[in-house]
């Protein structure tokens, strides 16, 4: 039986958005899952604690706007700039929490509808630091729709998990014949500068891409249970973070390229670095796909931005800009 077609992402009410069923994620991993309690702080769904964004973005004058936006504190970002002058009708968002960072019981959503035609770079403005947690777990949710001949790239800064830190990401992306989406992650061991190093609770992910009619196109899964301790021997194995520090990965789907050639262009980015990694075409041939492991946080952000940079040329004809986060 094929899949079933997923429907587009539409902007939703305010009271939608704020049904916890909106913002919370529909399957948890049991290692997350069993953490779950009543905090004796503030709950799950207490004002603070659900954060959302809800951007929708279209070709409007030749160049690409913001032209729909729901944002509930902790989420909000900054006004899109325009500020690449090899590409200029790119809009470029950075996404911020107020918080300072994911506390337990925490609740985010961020959906992303990127239009026909439209160039969108979507960023973090710092590290996202997950937070001691001592009930409960927090969770996040990110949705990012790419329409046909639109050009995305979603690049957040690292996620740090500190000491007994809980949390789950899941991330599904629809992306139409014709789209290109350039999506990149970071996970630290921890709070390294104070020795926490593998020392958060349960650290776990899962990516989703697909077609529109619901055509499965990759899926990537991450587990990590250290449990401060116990099974860190599991984590630093190999296939994960194989003795190192930072794991990095980047995922190009796109049609503009052959996926060997986009392969190809990602090896030779790196192949100089001295980094550990491998490089891989996508299932159903939709692109192409690298990690990376280190322990230097500037060798693996230097190595990620060169293999960006490097598809960008490939996909676009233009260079990836310095883009200079305070």
């Given at each position: 039986?094929?899949?079933?077609?997923?429907?587009?992402?539409?902007?939703?009410?305010?009271?939608?958005?704020?049904?916890?069923?909106?913002?919370?994620?529909?399957?948890?991993?049991?290692?997350?899952?069993?953490?779950?309690?009543?905090?004796?702080?503030?709950?799950?769904?207490?004002?603070?604690?659900?954060?959302?964004?809800?951007?929708?973005?279209?070709?409007?004058?030749?160049?690409?706007?913001?032209?729909?936006?729901?944002?509930?504190?902790?989420?909000?970002?900054?006004?899109?700039?325009?500020?690449?002058?090899?590409?200029?009708?790119?809009?470029?968002?950075?996404?911020?929490?107020?918080?300072?960072?994911?506390?337990?019981?925490?609740?985010?959503?961020?959906?992303?509808?990127?239009?026909?035609?439209?160039?969108?770079?979507?960023t973090t403005?710092?590290?996202?630091?997950?937070?001691?947690?001592?009930?409960?777990?927090?969770?996040?949710?990110?949705?990012?729709?790419?329409?046909?001949?639109?050009?995305?790239?979603?690049?957040?800064?690292?996620?740090?998990?500190?000491?007994?830190?809980?949390?789950?990401?899941?991330?599904?992306?629809?992306?139409?014949?014709?789209?290109?989406?350039?999506?990149?992650?970071t996970v630290?061991?921890?709070?390294?500068?104070?020795?926490?190093?593998?020392?958060?609770r349960v650290?776990?992910?899962?990516?989703?891409?697909?077609?529109?009619?619901?055509?499965?196109?990759?899926?990537?899964?991450?587990?990590?249970?250290?449990?401060?301790?116990?099974?860190?021997?599991?984590?630093?194995?190999?296939?994960?973070?194989?003795?190192?520090?930072?794991?990095?990965?980047?995922?190009?789907?796109?049609?503009?390229?052959?996926?060997?050639?986009?392969?190809?262009?990602?090896?030779?980015?790196?192949?100089?670095?001295?980094?550990?990694?491998?490089?891989?075409?996508?299932?159903?041939?939709?692109?192409?796909?690298?990690?990376?492991?280190?322990?230097?946080?500037?060798?693996?952000?230097?190595?990620?931005?060169?293999?960006?940079?490097?598809?960008?040329?490939?996909?676009?004809?233009?260079?990836?800009?310095?883009?200079?986060?305070?």
């Open positions: 039986m094929p899949p079933a077609p997923v429907p587009p992402m539409a902007p939703r009410s305010a009271t939608d958005r704020l049904a916890p069923g909106y913002y919370t994620a529909a399957r948890v991993p049991p290692e997350v899952g069993e953490l779950a309690s009543l905090p004796d702080t503030l709950a799950p769904g207490s004002p603070a604690k659900v954060g959302i964004l809800d951007l929708g973005f279209a070709v409007r004058g030749g160049r690409t706007e913001l032209v729909e936006r729901y944002q509930k504190t902790p989420l909000q970002i900054m006004r899109p700039l325009w500020i690449d002058p090899a590409l200029p009708g790119m809009s470029y968002v950075y996404l911020m929490a107020t918080g300072g960072g994911i506390a337990q019981a925490d609740r985010y959503r961020m959906d992303f509808r990127c239009g026909p035609g439209t160039q969108v770079h979507l403005q710092a590290a996202s630091k997950i937070f001691r947690m001592e009930h409960d777990y927090a969770s996040q949710r990110v949705h990012i729709t790419a329409a046909e001949g639109s050009y995305v790239e979603y690049l957040p800064d690292p996620l740090i998990p500190f000491r007994d830190a809980r949390f789950y990401q899941h991330t599904d992306v629809t992306v139409a014949p014709g789209a290109t989406v350039v999506l990149g992650d630290t061991a921890g709070r390294l500068a104070r020795g926490e190093r593998h020392d958060y650290l776990a992910t899962d990516l989703r891409i697909r077609r529109p009619d619901g055509t499965l196109l990759a899926i990537d899964t991450l587990r990590l249970a250290p449990g401060g301790g116990r099974g860190r021997a599991e984590v630093l194995g190999p296939g994960v973070f194989a003795g190192h520090d930072h794991v990095a990965s980047l995922y190009v789907v796109t049609d503009r390229r052959p996926a060997a050639e986009v392969a190809d262009t990602l090896h030779h980015a790196l192949a100089e670095r001295g980094l550990l990694y491998g490089v891989s075409v996508l299932p159903r041939e939709c692109g192409a796909w690298v990690r990376l492991l280190d322990d230097s946080p500037v060798r693996v952000a230097a190595a990620k931005d060169a293999a960006w940079d490097a598809v960008r040329r490939l996909l676009t004809g233009h260079p990836a800009p310095d883009l200079r986060k305070a």
